[in-house]
């Protein structure tokens, strides 16, 4: 695989202007020390959204006044936009996938700025081969070490849906049929099953160090979903 390097910049030149009353604050009327930036993205194996959203004490912020947010990942450099979301103003990118870590620059010409580092969790392709008679519905995945949480699902018309935090991502686990409760005496003796395993790497620590107040969380998501058929 071939290194890029995305790079993302936002200067702030009242983009939706004309299309909505500002309602926001701008980012130059908001302090570092009151200023909070949240990361989120997801990655489900066939395209990944970014989404970043500055908030101060009265709620969402609007870059202004020279204030920046530059991005860089191995990857194709994608531009963002700014949307109005039902929280308010949020910068948006669709990228092909989140292969490593964000780092993610806020740039002040008239206030500290600040750089941090956001973990991706590796990505991964989830396999089984269903489950049929008195086997159990065993699956595989790409084992990784790391901090990152692991959640399992299994969901069906037939079954009851089983949420399962995994302690261990060892690239393996196996539900045993007894595991599978029925829905009900309505339900199909047999459905499709949906399995869908999520890892998740948060990381959180203040704005600026040593400065009380403002602060950086990231919560990004690698997920895969794949249908097996279940004949007990």
């Known amino acids: 695989m071939r290194a890029r390097t995305i790079t993302i910049w936002f200067v702030m030149t009242g983009v939706l202007a004309g299309c909505a009353p500002e309602i926001d604050p701008s980012s130059e009327e908001v302090s570092s020390r009151d200023l909070r ?4 993205a997801s990655d489900e194996g066939s395209g990944a959204t970014i989404e970043i959203q500055l908030d101060g004490i009265l709620g969402p912020v609007r870059l202004s006044g020279g204030d920046a947010l530059r991005v860089t990942m191995v990857g194709a450099a994608v531009p963002f936009g700014e949307v109005q979301g039902d929280r308010g103003i949020a910068y948006v990118a669709a990228i092909d996938a989140l292969t490593e870590d964000l780092v993610v620059d ?11 580092t956001a973990e991706v969790p590796p990505p991964f392709t989830l396999t089984s081969a269903g489950i049929s008679g008195a086997a159990p519905l065993a699956m595989q995945w790409d084992a990784a070490p790391g901090e990152h949480e692991l959640l399992l699902g299994v969901v069906g018309e037939c079954i009851e849906p089983i949420a399962r935090p995994l302690a261990q991502d060892t690239g393996a686990y196996a539900i045993g049929q007894a595991e599978l409760f029925h829905a009900g005496p309505g339900a199909a003796a047999t459905c499709p099953l949906t399995l869908t395993l999520t890892r998740t790497a948060t ?3 203040d704005l600026n160090e040593g400065v ?3 602060w950086f969380y990231a919560r990004i998501v690698q997920s895969r979903a794949i249908e097996v058929s ?3």
């Open 203 to 205: 990381t959180q620590r």
């Open 230 to 232: 279940w004949s007990p």
């Open 37 to 40: 930036m949240n990361v989120a």
């Open 106 to 116: 806020l740039q002040r010409p008239n206030d500290r700025s600040a750089t941090h």
């Open 212 to 214: 009380v107040g403002g």
